[in-house]
């Protein structure tokens, strides 16, 4: 079974940045995996990110960034907004016609 | 503006069915894969199936392979879930999602709730 692991939680000044990372349990994130990133507040729908990468979203703010770091993929936020407090899932999808939901970083912003 | 919209959750008993529904709005439906993808709560998203644009091609999660059947009316513009002998464990908010060309989860809808419960 694909587990897609994220950090459980992250903290961040405001104006700081932070880098959120998605794994695989065995092996390596490239881009073949077209990692995703989307945001969700509590009880709200999540709202994609970052697509593909690298590619950000229609009216995503260019703070956001997509990228590979190592054998993971990551979202750099850049300069943190109190209202970028909020939990961030990446998905992979696999060859097989299936995705994957990385566990979800909560990122507080204080 | 593009948008999709589910519909029909609600409580059902254990070993109960439920049909969802998505309409979608705003954008050439047929030429476009869609997804559902749930949330129980206090957890992470998962997501459950996948269904291609002329629907001759569906995916499922491992948890509700067999169980649930997704579909599409692409005269109606309409994407359905069939949930079948559903678990306490399937209680959640389902999302209907837009799949963009790149493999992602572009447009999400607000989600309909479904609780099974006796």
Same mark, same amino acid.
């Given at each position: 079974?694909?587990? =897609?692991?994220?950090?459980? #939680?992250?903290? =961040?000044?405001?104006?700081?940045? =932070?880098?959120?990372?998605?794994?695989?349990?065995?092996?390596? =994130?490239? $881009?073949?995996?077209?990692?995703?990133?989307?945001?969700?507040?509590?009880?709200?729908?999540?709202?994609?990110?970052?697509?593909?990468?690298?590619?950000?979203?229609?009216?995503?703010?260019?703070?956001?960034?997509?990228? +590979?770091?190592?054998?993971?993929?990551?979202? $750099?936020?850049?300069?943190?907004?109190?209202?970028?407090? #909020?939990? &961030?899932?990446?998905?992979?999808?696999?060859?097989?016609? +299936? &995705?994957?939901?990385?566990?979800?970083?909560?990122?507080?912003?204080? | 503006?593009?948008?999709?919209?589910?519909?029909?959750?609600?409580?059902?008993?254990?070993?109960?069915?439920?049909?969802?529904?998505?309409?979608?709005?705003?954008?050439?439906?047929?030429?476009?894969?869609?997804? !559902?993808?749930?949330?129980?709560?206090?957890?992470?998203?998962? !997501?459950?199936?996948?269904?291609?644009?002329?629907?001759?091609?569906?995916?499922?999660?491992?948890?509700?392979?067999?169980?649930?059947?997704?579909?599409?009316?692409?005269?109606?513009?309409?994407?359905? %879930?069939?949930?079948?002998? %559903?678990?306490?464990?399937?209680?959640?908010?389902?999302?209907?999602?837009?799949?963009?060309?790149?493999?992602?989860?572009?447009? !999400?809808?607000?989600?309909?709730?479904?609780?099974?419960?006796?």
């Amino acid at each position: 079974q694909t587990v =897609v692991t994220q950090e459980p #939680s992250f903290s =961040v000044s405001p104006g700081g940045t =932070v880098t959120l990372t998605c794994g695989l349990s065995s092996g390596s =994130v490239s $881009t073949s995996l077209y990692p995703s990133w989307y945001q969700q507040t509590p009880g709200q729908a999540p709202r994609t990110l970052i697509y593909s990468t690298i590619t950000r979203s229609s009216g995503v703010p260019d703070r956001f960034s997509g990228s +590979i770091l190592g054998n993971k993929a990551a979202l $750099t936020i850049t300069g943190a907004q109190a209202d970028d407090e #909020s939990d &961030y899932y990446c998905v992979l999808y696999m060859d097989s016609g +299936i &995705y994957v939901f990385g566990t979800g970083t909560k990122v507080t912003v204080l | 503006e593009v948008q999709v919209l589910e519909s029909g959750g609600g409580l059902v008993q254990p070993g109960g069915s439920l049909r969802l529904s998505c309409a979608a709005s705003g954008f050439t439906f047929s030429s476009y894969a869609m997804s !559902w993808v749930r949330q129980a709560p206090g957890k992470g998203l998962e !997501w459950v199936s996948s269904i291609s644009a002329s629907g001759g091609s569906t995916d499922y999660a491992d948890s509700v392979k067999g169980r649930f059947t997704i579909s599409r009316d692409n005269s109606k513009n309409t994407l359905y %879930l069939q949930m079948n002998s %559903l678990r306490a464990e399937d209680t959640a908010a389902y999302y209907c999602a837009k799949v963009g060309y790149y493999f992602y989860m572009d447009v !999400w809808g607000k989600g309909t709730t479904v609780t099974v419960s006796s």
